[in-house]
T-cell receptor, first 114, second 112 residues
Framework: NAGVTQTPKFQVLKTGQSMTLQCAQD?????MYWYRQDPGMGLRLIYY???????DKGEVPNGYNVSRLNKREFSLRLESAAPSQTSVYFC???FGTGATRGYTFGSGTRLTVV | GDSVTQMEGPVTLSEEAFLTINCTYT??????LFWYVQYPGEGLQLLLK?????DKGSNKGFEATYRKETTSFHLEKGSVQVSDSAVYFC???????????FGKGTRLSVIA
């Protein structure tokens, strides 16, 4: 099925460990996004990539890095995980950052940092 | 900056009750407005949208009207079902290279 695929679905890390969350879309979308979802906070934008080869910081970029590997893939890296990064992470994509068709979301990665 | 404010939940309703979830926005220009729904354990899905003032978005019995004069986009449904239990997010986007901005979400629980 066409859409946004995130891996892994669940992950437990120890404080200080690193990991990369993977995201891939097969809809030929230009723009891709990483959000985190925390109780009572809604979704907050971490980083986004308006087009292949570009990335920009969102509202909460500290502690994260991203790579737009190609048009399909946009990964999120935690270099040294902290308990404050315990969250559900969502990747999304669309044809353009200002496009009105809305975003397509992946099913999320639930990350726990202990 | 641009922002979205939603009524705080949780909202608990009996089946067949009328639903309203309030949403107001602050934006520097003329945004497009969206409602997304998140069912338990899933990602967000687009429920409906409106791209200009006085537009009405509708889907699955839900409706919302873009009110520029009150900067609002309230979500309504005439008769909710248990299957509507989910978290609902109001969001806006401005033209140009600005990403989607979300409200904090409103959890709806519908009981039989």
């Amino acid at each position: 099925n066409a859409g946004v695929t995130q891996t892994p679905k669940f992950q437990v890390l120890k404080t200080g460990q690193s990991m990369t969350l993977q995201c891939a879309q097969d809809m030929n979308h230009n723009s891709m996004y990483w959000y985190r979802q925390d109780p009572g906070m809604g979704l907050r934008l971490i980083y986004y990539s308006a087009s292949e080869g570009t990335t920009d910081k969102g509202e909460v970029p500290n502690g994260y890095n991203v790579s737009r590997l190609n048009k399909r893939e946009f990964s999120l890296r935690l270099e040294s995980a902290a308990p404050s990064q315990t969250s559900v992470y969502f990747c999304a994509s669309n044809f353009g950052t200002g496009a009105t068709r809305g975003y397509t979301f992946g099913s999320g990665t639930r990350l726990t940092v202990v | 900056g641009d922002s979205v404010t939603q009524m705080e939940g949780p909202v608990t309703l009996s089946e067949e009750a009328f639903l309203t979830i309030n949403c107001t926005y602050t934006a520097t220009g003329y945004p497009s407005l969206f409602w997304y729904v998140q069912y338990p354990g899933e990602g967000l899905q687009l429920l409906l949208k409106a791209t200009k003032a006085d537009d009405k978005g509708s889907n699955k019995g839900f409706e919302a009207t873009y009110r520029k004069e009150t900067t609002s986009f309230h979500l309504e449904k005439g008769s909710v079902q248990v299957s509507d239990s989910a978290v609902y997010f109001c969001a806006l986007i401005l033209s140009g290279n600005t990403p989607l901005v979300f409200g904090k979400g409103t959890r709806l629980s519908v009981i039989a």
